[in-house]
């Protein structure tokens, strides 16, 4: 893909501070231009139909990189809703896992809910092959569409994310706080697990420990790294937070 590349952002489990997966984005740097953000190049790249032959090649990458990581640590893909159509995607996802040997459920596949706007049941049925695989199945930027409680009765999926709109303004927003703990506590139902994104400071971290969300991701962690970077960070350059500790035990 020339000049595109994959870095790759670290999830945090707030039970021990362990990796417990990290996020695949893709960056591009442009001669003569520098890095161009995803924001600016992944609509273009939709518009032009590239989405889908960019989106496969992450999937072989990322999973490629996962297959060196350790057991525990999982990988997350994002998978733009355009990818849906032509009913090629399980199969590249099939194709990718096989390739690299990555075990299909270290494979998280995030989507948001335009990819349940469909008015068919055609979307659904992709996801429901898609786990058929063993992949995991998050919802991403839960909170922000009109419908995403909805949707949660439509697809059991395995993970939520929080939206980082949520996580911006805490401690100190009230509406935020009380979404953040419903939600979580809706994931506890569910049995889903929860994820907020966008953690940057100790207080953001310690709110989302208060209220029992499993893992956090965010500058206050890591910011994205290339693969040798997040290889590293994986075997031990975690920097010492505090963090949800087992009882009786102090956190660090």
């Known amino acids: 893909m020339g000049e ?3 870095f790759y952002q670290p999830l945090i489990g707030l039970r021990d501070g362990r990796v417990t997966a990290c ?18 190049f992944i609509p273009l790249a939709e518009e032009a139909g590239l989405i889908g032959d960019m989106g496969e090649w992450v999937l072989h990458e990322a999973c490629a990189q996962a297959a060196r990581w350790p057991d525990s640590v999982s990988v997350a893909v994002n998978l733009s809703p355009l990818q849906f159509h032509g009913g090629a995607l399980v199969d590249q996802v099939a194709t990718a896992l096989r390739a690299s040997g990555l075990p299909p459920e270290r494979l998280q596949l995030e989507i948001t809910e335009s990819v349940l706007l469909d008015p068919t049941d055609r979307n659904i049925g992709v996801l429901q092959d898609l786990r058929a695989l063993g992949t995991k199945i998050v919802m991403d930027d839960f909170g922000t569409g009109y ?3 909805g949707y949660l009765r439509s697809f059991p999926f395995d993970k939520i994310k929080v939206d980082r709109s949520f996580i911006r303004d805490l401690p100190d927003a009230r509406e935020a706080l009380a979404i953040l703990k419903a939600v979580a506590g809706l994931g ?14 100790q207080a953001q971290l310690d709110c989302a420990i208060a209220e029992g969300v499993d893992e956090a991701q965010g500058y206050f962690f890591s910011r994205p790294l290339p693969a040798p970077g997040i290889a590293s960070f994986i075997s031990g350059c975690l920097p010492k937070r505090r963090v949800q500790a087992p009882p009786g035990e102090a956190a660090t």
């Open 188 to 201: 506890r139902s569910l049995e889903m697990r929860t994820t907020v994104e966008g953690v940057e400071t």
């Open 23 to 40: 996020e695949a984005l893709m960056r591009w740097h442009r001669k003569g231009a520098g890095w161009i953000t995803p924001d600016q």
């Open 4 to 6: 595109l590349s994959v």
């Open 147 to 149: 419908s995403s409680l």
